[in-house]
């Protein structure tokens, strides 16, 4: 599966988007069916109903991807951006961390046997 999505907006008469279609339900069935079925990311089913490759594609082709579908999280992909949150908190509680406790780290960095050096 590619990263770039953009087709899975285009019109749906496009070649691009049926081509699209087709990558994205040999990844699906190939990782996540159950029972040669897949939860379909169809705008009114939203990931909610498990169809069979037939009905999803007809599905997908007639009305399109539910909206901002880009990393495929029910479809076998884990998600960069859940990653990428969890480096942020890490960083901002570090940053948190050391904004809290600089000075006590910076009076102690200038105490040696209870005398501060200058």
């Given at each position: 599966?590619?990263?770039?999505?953009?087709w899975?907006?285009?019109?749906?008469?496009?070649?691009?988007?049926?081509?699209?279609?087709?990558?994205?339900?040999?990844?699906s069935?190939?990782?996540?069916a159950?029972?040669?079925?897949?939860?379909?990311?169809y705008?009114?089913?939203?990931?909610?109903?498990?169809?069979?490759?037939?009905?999803?594609?007809?599905?997908?082709?007639?009305?399109?991807?539910?909206?901002?579908?880009?990393?495929?999280?029910?479809?076998?992909?884990?998600?960069?951006?859940?990653?990428?949150?969890?480096?942020?908190?890490?960083?901002?509680?570090?940053k948190?961390?050391?904004?809290?406790?600089?000075?006590?780290i910076e009076?102690?960095?200038?105490?040696?046997?209870?005398?501060?050096?200058?």
């Amino acid at each position: 599966m590619g990263n770039v999505r953009d087709w899975m907006y285009l019109p749906k008469r496009l070649p691009e988007f049926e081509d699209g279609v087709i990558e994205f339900l040999n990844a699906s069935f190939g990782k996540v069916a159950k029972e040669s079925q897949i939860c379909c990311p169809y705008k009114r089913c939203m990931k909610r109903y498990w169809h069979r490759r037939d009905d999803a594609f007809d599905h997908l082709k007639g009305h399109g991807f539910v909206e901002d579908y880009y990393v495929w999280v029910f479809h076998g992909e884990t998600s960069l951006q859940t990653r990428h949150n969890r480096d942020d908190m890490h960083d901002n509680f570090d940053k948190l961390m050391h904004d809290r406790f600089r000075e006590t780290i910076e009076e102690a960095s200038t105490k040696i046997g209870g005398v501060t050096v200058p």
